[in-house]
């Protein structure tokens, strides 16, 4: 099983311009989840989706968008890149029920925005 | 709403000193607390969770609901516990995790 896996791994976009970075997963779980990592701001959570078509807003969503319309893969979109939005980008996901609670996450997505 | 501090961005410690994490919270209910570790080069991965009561690695962790804490310790640091932590908190059977801002603990030989 690949687990969790994101693509691209590096990109960089002028501002202004759109992306999609691609999430998905091979374990057949249930939630799946899109973080930022910034320095000393840890990890905040920008959309999640607790199943296939459902979507929702997580702490810092604003100027960007998502969409989960096949259960393994979860989309994040930014319509008109901003410097503010340059980040490493984690994906992550979880089974819904039956033993602990574990989130399993992608390697990252480096992103630059100049 | 909830909130995860870790008030040490950086931490440097000798290999074979002990070493203490800190993380404090706010939850007004009943939390479930993670730590979760980024070591170089590799994805974020869970280290243990406090229902658990387990020792990973030779860390262990105490929730502390009075003081509102749930500090990692090790009693003897080594090279490879070199990562960068966070400590992570989850609403009472909730489907999100909030963070904490990140340590990042340096282990020297």
């Known amino acids: 099983n690949a687990g969790v896996t994101q693509t691209p791994k590096f990109r960089v976009l002028k501002t202004g311009q759109s992306m999609t970075l691609l999430c998905a997963q091979d374990?057949?779980?249930?939630?799946m989840y899109w973080y930022r990592q910034d320095p000393g701001m840890g990890l905040r959570l920008i959309h999640y989706?607790?199943?296939?078509?459902?979507?929702a807003k997580g702490e810092v969503p604003d100027g960007y968008n998502v969409s989960r319309l096949k259960k393994q893969n979860f989309l994040l979109g930014l319509e008109s890149a901003a410097p503010s939005q340059t980040s490493v980008y984690f994906c992550?996901?979880?089974?819904?029920?039956?033993?602990?609670?574990?989130?399993?996450f992608g390697p990252g997505t480096r992103l630059t925005v100049t | 709403a909830q909130r995860v501090t870790q008030p040490e961005k950086l931490l440097s410690v000798f290999k074979g000193a002990p070493v203490e994490l800190k993380c404090n919270y706010s939850y007004s209910g009943s939390p479930e607390l993670f730590w979760y570790v980024q070591y170089s080069r590799q994805r974020l991965q869970l280290l243990l969770r406090h229902i658990s009561r387990e020792s990973i690695k030779g860390f262990t962790a105490d929730l502390n609901k009075g003081e509102t804490s749930f500090h990692l310790k090790k009693p003897f640091a080594q090279e490879e516990d070199s990562a960068m932590y966070y400590c992570?908190?989850?609403?009472?059977?909730?489907?999100?995790?909030?963070f904490g801002e990140g340590t990042q603990l340096t282990v020297n030989p």
């Open positions: 374990m057949n779980h249930e939630y």
């Open positions: 989706s607790v199943g296939e078509g459902t979507t």
């Open positions: 992570a908190l989850r609403e009472t059977s909730g489907s999100r995790l909030t």
């Open positions: 992550a996901s979880r089974r819904t029920s039956g033993g602990a609670y574990e989130q399993y």
